[in-house]
């Protein structure tokens, strides 16, 4: 689903990717560890579109980002730790708008599903403004998932979440990120890509890990080869080694 | 390589100085005074004319290499265009307040002032304004690629903003000489061209585009180095 | 077809909001109701003909004004990271610049709406000529049609707000110009043959300008 090949990307002369080489399989959950400034976000950001690489090649469902970015941005859902809504739309109106955007026809049963789904039918005609940090996060990831998108990016989504808040957000991922629900490949499991610091609910979460550190993939297993103790101590020994 | 490129700069530096040396002989010695002018302030500030002019082109080399490298930036995305593009800006912002200054100290004489509102000295000002803006707007931006990508539209707006601003001073009534072009009857301090003052003119004409260009090479040269030094210290931080 | 639904998505966008905050709309109004008030004071010394100033006066209103409130456009998609969500999806940049300038425009215009009848009022003036609205109908497309895009690239800088009016207002010298010589022209009763260049001008700047913005806009947005 996802093909990252010597992916670079330098601000100016200095270099925050130096070669990532990474990839998500369909239906795959890859979580991604790695300290502040190792540049997650900044990979985030590139898949995403929203930056552009110095050098490297990024294929999402098969496109090469640089070539065809509307068709790209089309399979990509994002959730980040900003909500990239509007304040003063209610939360049907905020869906209304990216649901135009991404040119959905029948956009208010699709709405309806996902306020149910997110759990927020029952607040939907108040501006978000009023929203607690958990629910504006839930509607963040309703409005990732608006266009049914068979890859989705999350950046460190549970950052500033309580622990029921964080729980909830597990919930919802799981669930609907899980099974997709219609279209296309209806039934079949999403691509996700995730970053977080929490490496406990990291590893509840993941098929793969992979920790980032450096500006290149440092370290990467399966789930069922580490434990939470052996995750740990890997990590702590590169994100140490670096200084 | 680089050895070799020196030396051809430093022979176009002697012309270029040779070439100012004998642009100031010629306009000060050489060149014949205005026929009809009667005062004698006004006869000796006419011989600024020459300056005045040449600025004026040089400040426009500058200007326009500026908006060629910044079409070229934006197509290309090679660094060495915006580098080209900010050296362009500041030599036709230098040689642009040349002609502001030059045309100041003509103008007290000729026209009993400083400075009037008259729009071609309006738009000249202008024209410094945005370019000023542009050295502002590249002053307010961190990362050198998002910098290069603004100025680099701000550029193309800049251009092609003065001939339509310039273009609103043939709408307007102006009272400055027009030299080159259909005459303006209601100018005030206009003078014949005689031959001997068209000569001296475009000598000053050609003698401050020797400059402007070879000004330009070493602002490049500098702009480049400066780059380098940047990297040199990004790397020891790191 | 898809391209103007996306347009007319943001444009929506940008007005629903605006009609529940009002935070521009009060802030232009208000502003250019000070300005106004302003130049009543120090020009009411010594101006005997008010006709002669009144123009001058609005355009400086409606554009210290404008400054105000295209600052405010991208100011608020870019606290809120909601920026974002526009480049996320797919749609053409392009889109997203004329979605957003027409936006400022209809604020504008909207501004413009309470300004003049104000202006007729305190000067005593017959602004509601269809001539004169139409100069300021074009007068405004110009001025959104580059400060959107200039907008776009202050929030990005350290300067962020203080930045627009400097970038702004030398560019826009020649809307100026001409937007006052026709108010003034149309409010003198000259006819319009005699000032047609000025409108000619007019057309071209709003045309050449919102052309470049639309080539350019890309720079501005991506990273």
């Not at chain 2, 601003?165 to 072009?181: A, E, K, N, Y």
Request: net charge positive.
């Amino acid at each position: 689903m996802l093909e990252i090949r010597s992916l670079v990307k330098s601000f100016g002369r200095k270099a925050v990717l130096r070669g990532v080489d990474l990839t998500v399989a369909p239906g795959e959950t890859v979580v991604m560890f790695g300290p502040n400034g190792a540049g997650k976000t900044t990979l985030m950001r590139i898949i995403s579109t929203l930056s552009k690489p110095t050098a490297g090649k990024v294929r999402v469902g098969g496109i090469e980002i640089s070539y065809a970015p509307d068709a790209v941005r089309q399979q990509l859902g994002f959730v980040t730790h900003a909500p990239l809504l509007y304040d003063s739309l209610t939360a049907e109106e905020n869906l209304r708008f990216f649901g135009r955007l991404y040119r959905l026809n029948d956009l208010d049963a699709r709405i309806d599903a996902l306020l149910r789904q997110v759990g927020l039918a029952a607040r939907r005609h108040d501006p978000v403004r009023t929203y607690s940090r958990g629910m504006v996060q839930r509607l963040s990831i309703a409005r990732a998932l608006l266009h049914d998108p068979p890859m989705l990016l999350l950046d460190e989504p549970d950052t500033g979440l309580d622990q029921h808040a964080a729980a909830m957000l597990h919930r919802v991922v799981a669930e609907v990120a899980g099974v997709r629900q219609n279209g296309e490949g209806e039934g079949k499991r999403a691509s996700v890509l995730l970053t977080t610091h929490n490496l406990e609910r990291g590893l509840a979460w993941a098929d793969r890990l992979v920790i980032l550190a450096g500006g290149r993939v440092a370290f990467e297993a399966r789930r069922g080869d580490l434990t939470e103790e052996s995750l740990r101590e890997t990590y702590d020994r590169i994100v140490g080694e670096r200084g | 390589m680089a050895r070799r490129s020196g030396r051809w700069l430093m022979a176009l530096d002697v012309v270029a100085g040779l070439a100012i040396l004998g642009a100031v002989y010629m306009a000060l010695v050489y060149a014949p005074d205005a026929a009809n002018l009667t005062s004698e302030n006004e006869i000796k500030a006419q011989h600024i004319f020459y300056f005045h002019m040449g600025c004026n082109v040089a400040s426009a080399i500058g200007l326009f290499t500026s908006f060629v490298a910044s079409i070229l930036f934006l197509v290309t995305r090679r660094r060495i265009w915006d580098s080209i593009a900010v050296s362009g800006v500041e030599m036709g912002l230098a040689f642009g307040i040349g002609v502001l200054a030059s045309g100041s100290v003509w103008a007290r004489p000729t026209w009993n002032t400083w400075w009037t509102w008259d729009p071609r000295l309006t738009s000249a000002a202008v024209t410094v304004l945005v370019y000023v803006a542009y050295l502002m707007l590249r002053g307010a931006v961190e990362d050198p690629g998002r910098r290069a990508r603004f100025a680099g539209v701000y550029g193309v707006f800049a251009f092609v903003s003065v001939p339509i601003t310039f273009l609103s001073i043939r709408l307007w009534r102006t009272i400055h000489p027009v030299v080159f072009g259909a005459a303006n009857p209601d100018s005030q301090g206009s003078f014949g061209m005689g031959p001997n003052i068209r000569l001296v003119l475009m000598y000053s004409m050609f003698a401050f585009t020797i400059l402007a260009i070879t000004l330009l090479i070493h602002r490049v040269r500098l702009e480049l180095r400066r780059e380098e030094v940047e990297h040199l210290k990004e790397q020891l931080a790191a | 077809m898809n391209y103007l639904r996306q347009v007319a998505a943001i444009v929506w966008k940008d007005v629903v909001a605006e009609l529940r905050t009002k935070d521009i709309f009060s802030a232009m109004f208000v502003f250019a109701l000070l300005s106004v008030l302003i130049f009543q004071f120090a020009f009411d010394l010594r101006v005997e003909n008010v006709k002669q100033v009144a123009p001058g006066v609005l355009w400086v209103a409606i554009s210290f004004a404008g400054v105000l409130g295209l600052n405010r456009s991208f100011a608020l998609e870019k606290d809120k990271g909601s920026m974002e969500g526009l480049l996320l999806a797919p749609v053409d940049r392009s889109a997203i610049y004329f979605g957003k300038m027409l936006g400022n425009v209809l604020f504008m215009l909207a501004m413009e709406a309470l300004v003049i009848p104000v202006f007729i009022i305190l000067f005593n003036l017959p602004l509601y000529l269809p001539g004169v609205l139409l100069v300021v109908l074009l007068g405004t497309l110009g001025f959104a049609g580059v400060g959107t895009l200039f907008s776009a690239m202050a929030v990005n800088t350290r300067a962020r707000e203080v930045l627009l009016p400097i970038l702004l207002f030398p560019i826009l010298v020649p809307v100026l110009i001409s937007a006052v010589k026709l108010t003034g022209g149309f409010l003198d009763n000259i006819p319009l043959s005699e000032n047609i260049n000025w409108l000619q001008l007019l057309v071209v700047f709003d045309v050449v300008f919102i052309a470049i913005a639309f080539m350019t806009f890309d720079y501005v947005v991506e990273e």
